[in-house]
């Protein structure tokens, strides 16, 4: 059974960081590019960032890039969002995903297996 489990959410000021982590099981977590996303109520599912299944091959948002970095430990089934520089429009609800090819891509229908969120609130 595939788990994606998100951590590191939480409320944070304008202007500060954040990292989120997602800890996967249950799948050859190597052999796929994995991305994050977000959501708010009333929004689809937007893309923030991915990455191929080596680590090498990166994609972002331009709402993100040059804030966002995005990175895995494939030795122990890691993803990793680090946020700088957080506005108040980052705030959402953050999904890790498994894309169901190695190459880390931009839209969600693409991903087989989601985590179920993890929540950030960027005050002003």
């Known amino acids: 059974q595939v788990q994606l489990v998100e951590s590191g959410g939480g409320l944070v000021q304008a202007g500060g960081s954040l990292r989120l982590s997602c800890a996967a099981s249950?799948?050859?977590?190597?052999?796929?590019?994995m991305g994050w996303f977000r959501q708010t109520p009333g929004k689809e599912r937007e893309f923030v960032a991915a990455v191929g299944w080596s680590g090498v091959s990166t994609t972002y948002a331009d709402s993100v890039k040059g804030r966002f970095t995005i990175a895995r430990d494939n030795a122990k089934n890691m993803l990793y969002l680090q946020m700088d520089s957080l506005k108040p429009e980052d705030t959402a609800i953050y999904y890790c995903a498994a894309d169901a090819d190695p190459s880390g891509r931009r839209w969600a229908h693409e991903y087989a297996y989601w985590g179920q969120g993890t929540r950030v609130t960027v005050s002003s």
């Open positions: 249950g799948l050859m977590f190597g052999a796929h590019g």
